[in-house]
């Protein structure tokens, strides 16, 4: 229940991401809170960030998991990055399969039930475990996004262990509101060759219209990758585009895109 959004802009050189700070608690809390102080926009590595929907202790111990394995890789290409999240994605699976589907069952770990299935393919319970297998989701989706020699990138890990790239396409979006701000950022003609200014703009605009989804948020938090760095998006940032969102989708005039530059120049250079 959120919504992270990715956009590629300036033909590979830059990113912007989105999420909001909706927390949803199932049962029996069945609670919706956006506390303070909490964020969904992580930095995995100094040339990427981490976004995840889903449980906030499995996102968790995901993101733990890759930045302790991205750590110990030193620096890498993003594909890589991203292929180390969702190593860490199947990890956390394995790990919740055995402790709430083989150990109850067998009493035996993933690999036991493995070696189990070898020498006993044709068993009825095996077999049973197998489909209760293939059913867990960890209802847990990563935006991973970087830059290396090659440009910035954008991947999606998603169940049942998948690795996605957004590249071609230049956006993407996970969670409850995926698909309203997919569709804004379509309907803004948003691609990869975007200039910077606009690309805040539609990703601020694609988050807002994802908020009638269940379980979005009304606050928002902002990340830009630019010049081989991250900066998070300051308040003025957040002031300018509040005030241009409310206008009809249009090309964006020369004073509005210096105000979006300007307000995102001041917070990144005190």
Not at 114 to 133: A, C, P, Y
Request: charged share 20%; proline share 4%.
């Amino acid at each position: 229940m959120t919504v992270c959004v990715g956009v590629i802009c300036d033909g590979g050189k830059g990113a912007v991401l989105a999420a909001d700070e909706m927390v949803t608690f199932g049962a029996p809390m069945s609670l919706q809170t956006e506390p303070p102080a909490f964020s969904k926009i992580h930095l995995l590595t100094n040339e990427s960030v981490y976004l995840f929907s889903g449980t906030v202790p499995d996102g968790e111990q995901i993101f733990v998991n890759s930045k302790a394995k991205t750590a110990a890789a030193g620096k890498q290409p993003v594909l890589q990055i991203a292929e180390t999240v969702k190593i860490s994605y199947m990890e956390l699976k394995h790990k919740r399969i055995e402790e709430t589907i083989i150990q109850p069952l067998l009493g035996t770990d993933f690999a036991g039930f493995r070696q189990l299935v070898g020498q006993s393919s044709g068993s009825q319970i095996l077999q049973q475990v197998l489909g209760l297998n293939s059913q867990h989701n960890l209802q847990i989706d990563i935006l991973i996004s970087g830059f290396d020699d090659t440009g910035h990138h954008l991947f999606i890990v998603t169940h049942p262990g998948i690795l996605q790239p957004a590249d071609m396409l230049g956006f993407t979006a996970i969670g409850s509101g995926n698909l309203h701000a997919m569709i804004s950022l379509s309907l803004a003609g948003q691609t990869k060759v975007t200039p910077f200014a606009e690309t805040v703009l539609n990703i601020y605009k694609a988050k807002k219209a994802a908020e009638v989804a269940p379980g979005v948020g009304r606050r928002t938090d902002m990340v830009i990758l630019r010049n081989d760095k991250i900066n998070i998006a300051g308040p003025k940032l957040f002031e300018v585009l509040e005030k241009y969102c409310q206008k009809p989708q249009q090309a964006i005039s020369e004073s509005e895109r210096s105000d979006i530059e300007e307000a995102y120049n001041d917070h990144n250079t005190q």
